[in-house]
């Protein structure tokens, strides 16, 4: 097993350091490149709803929870900023609270369609947490057969 922690500020600029920085933890677990891809796409979704939806136009901490265990890499991204009222409805495919922004409402989806297990936790005014894993390389393809 393996760990590490890290935490940011809500910038834009920190969410390809946080991609990557998951990234390059995740390779001991000998990933393939499309494994790495989605690990990459679920970070950058979850961090960019840290600073675009919990935060809002205001700057706070990130905290980035990484975990390494039987071929499973564990990822726990969590905010202190507004937190979701109702997370049914966000967790609904297109729903975005910003859609003066032209926001998809996928990113939610996209997180848990590229990762083997997803959750999410919050509390309004407290702020969010999700949770993925991803079973890579051998260990995923282990569990393909």
């Known amino acids: 097993m393996n760990e590490m922690y890290l935490k940011f500020l809500s910038r834009s600029e920190n969410e390809v350091f946080a991609r990557n920085v998951v ?6 677990l000998s990933p393939t490149l499309s494994e790495l891809s989605d690990v990459k796409t679920a970070v950058s979704e979850a961090v960019t709803n840290c600073i675009v939806h919990g935060y ?3 700057e706070g901490w990130i905290e980035l929870t990484c975990r390494t265990e039987d071929g ?7 905010d202190s900023g507004r937190g979701i009222a109702d997370i049914g409805r966000a967790l ?6 910003l859609p003066e922004e ?7 989806t996209i997180m848990q369609t590229f990762m ?14 999700v949770r993925m894993s991803k079973k890579m390389g051998a260990r995923a393809a282990e569990d393909a057969r």
């Open 23 to 28: 990234a390059a933890f995740a390779l001991p």
């Open 56 to 58: 809002r136009g205001t």
């Open 72 to 78: 499973v890499l564990h990822i726990e991204i969590a």
């Open 92 to 97: 609904t495919p297109f729903y975005t609270s």
């Open 102 to 108: 032209e926001r998809s409402g996928m990113g939610f």
């Open 116 to 129: 083997s297990d997803f959750s999410v936790a919050s509390e309004a005014g407290k702020g969010t947490t």
